[in-house]
């Protein structure tokens, strides 16, 4: 008897202490007199995006709209209480001006549990980020952009000569967009990143895009569970050695990385690419060649200062390697997602895509038979408005994050302040911004003419950040912007795109933390009369 009196006793003793420990914060907007969101027992509010009751654009929706008249309020990412800045200038003034205070975004794992991930420049935090952003701030500027175009023309002349072949053969060209840009970004960015020339149409079961695949699927049980452990649990994701990346896949991107790069030093090869900028990078001689300011896509973002200071420490391997995977990963999935609603948009809006051919052919023809540079597509504007309004109608990012790295008080107005305590995070609600009809009327509707000369100017600042805001924006938006206008130019040029039986019109997005159609993105290539 007295041993079921002890059992009953310890087993509510530890409940209570579960229910306490989950509850903790559960006062933590009250206490600070600060509206937030109903949190669910420790899952908080951002649990039905783990458990995919909603669609990544449901849940961005579902944030923004929680408190339409406060420029700050508060929601629960499980347990962890995090404050949602609604307001341009709110967040202008965390981002730009009061930087120094929000430098760093969360961390779901660290150098203990994961040296590539926790070494690339997103998740490095205070002055080590510092230094390694001014480090390979030179990489990205127009001018590498420049040289490294040629790389990224390539793959894309290649891409499209696959599927001239086709045609020509006799073959329908009825494919699943994802997929087909997927395989494009592979080879560019094994082409621009790893030094490789890969084929991903011809060889299509290559080991490096199917290593690419397996380290971006986070839709399937397995990862994402990994990931609620790792960002949730991170203590028991160092206990059981959980990482973010299969260690034999991270083991191969290593080796190809550095082998690469002793097999160059060894030969005095040269070639204007990524793997060629890190080796300046490890030897401290990368430079800016840039003197002018150059007149690039309104998207574009624009270095700080931080990214031109002058750095002198030396970078490990375990450094360098993180970079060029990010760039693997960014350069991926992130261009080969914005690219899948490219094509959906100018699929569904035909008198577009009309328009941009139009501005393709006259390209074409000032070009005089050449290939396309980096300048003539710059030149591009109508490309550039179609691209930029997708971006903001379909950004890869719904929402981006910073953490208050220094306790920090902010002005509420009417006399009052909110006291922010170091390791606070915030989330800045990108796609509930973009779909604002305050700054982007009817927000719903493609219309790239919100990006023309004409109308560019009226875009409020801080309502269009689809390479996020500040010193701690998207260091490669040149690079994205390159590798999507290329093959968007290429593309139309020898094809329309337009549906089959298979196009979900309006397409209806899986549900999830991804940014991807429901059934895929199924449209079909028709060659044009020359």
């Given amino acids: 008897m007295l041993g079921e009196i002890l059992l009953i006793a310890t087993v509510g003793l530890i409940s209570y202490a579960f229910y306490k420990w989950a509850t903790i914060n559960n006062d933590f907007f009250e206490r600070r007199n600060i509206k937030c969101m109903k949190p669910r027992f420790i899952v908080g509010n951002t649990g039905g995006l783990f458990t995919n009751k909603y669609t990544v654009t449901e849940f961005a929706q579902k944030l923004y709209n929680a408190f339409p008249n406060e420029s700050i309020y508060g929601l629960f990412d499980f347990r962890v209480p995090h404050y949602v800045v609604r307001d341009p200038e709110a967040i202008k003034q965390i981002t730009i001006k009061d930087f120094d205070h929000f430098e760093d975004h969360r961390a779901f794992t660290d150098e203990g549990i994961d040296r590539l991930w926790s070494n690339t420049l997103f998740f490095m935090k205070g002055e080590k980020w510092r230094q390694m952003r001014a480090t390979l701030s030179p990489a990205f500027t127009g001018s590498k952009m420049r040289q490294m175009f040629e790389l990224v023309s390539e793959c894309a002349d290649d891409v499209v000569k696959h599927f001239v072949h086709k045609v020509e053969s006799g073959e329908k060209v009825n494919i699943e967009m994802k997929d087909f840009f997927g395989r494009y970004t592979n080879d560019v960015i094994a082409s621009c990143a790893f030094g490789l020339k890969i084929n991903s149409f011809l060889e299509p079961e290559n080991e490096f895009y199917l290593n690419g695949k397996t380290l971006m699927n986070f839709t399937s049980f397995k990862a994402m569970c990994r990931m609620v452990v790792l960002t949730k649990l991170p203590a028991l994701a160092r206990a059981l050695n959980i990482t973010s990346t299969d260690p034999v896949i991270a083991k191969s991107f290593r080796e190809t990385i550095l082998t690469t790069m002793e097999i160059r030093k060894k030969n005095k090869f040269f070639r204007p690419d990524m793997i060629n900028m890190l080796m300046q990078v490890r030897e401290g001689t990368l430079k800016s060649d840039e003197n002018v300011k150059e007149k690039e896509g309104f998207a574009t973002v624009e270095e700080s200062e931080i990214g031109k200071l002058t750095v002198k420490r030396k970078w490990n391997d375990d450094e360098i390697v993180a970079q060029c995977f990010l760039f693997f990963i960014a350069g991926f999935e992130s261009s080969s ?10 699929t569904v809006n035909p008198d ?13 023809q000032q070009l005089g038979g050449k290939s396309i540079t ?23 990012a719904a929402q981006v994050d910073r953490v208050c790295t220094k306790d920090y008080v902010y002005d509420l107005g009417n006399e009052s302040n909110l006291k922010v305590e170091k390791g606070t995070p915030f989330f800045i609600p990108i796609y509930g911004i973009h779909h604002d009809p305050q700054y982007f009327p009817e927000p719903d509707k493609f219309d790239p003419e919100r990006f023309s000369d004409e109308n560019k100017d009226n875009i409020l600042s801080g309502t269009y950040i689809p390479f996020g805001l500040g010193p701690r924006n998207c260091i490669g938006s040149r690079f994205a912007l ?3 206008k290329a093959i968007v130019y290429y593309l139309l040029l020898n094809f329309s795109i337009e549906p089959n039986e298979k196009t979900q019109i309006p397409v209806k997005l899986k549900r999830g933390m991804i940014l991807l159609p429901e059934n895929g993105m199924h449209l079909e290539l028709k060659p044009r009369k020359k």
Avoid: G, N
């Fill in 337 to 346: 997602t914005m690219l899948t609603f490219v094509s959906y948009e100018l």
């Fill in 352 to 364: 577009i895509q009309q328009k941009l051919y139009e501005e393709i052919l006259e390209t074409e």
């Fill in 374 to 396: 980096y300048d003539a597509l710059q030149k591009m504007k109508y490309l550039d408005q179609i691209i930029c309004e997708s971006l903001r109608k379909w950004p890869s």
């Fill in 482 to 484: 390159m590798e999507i």
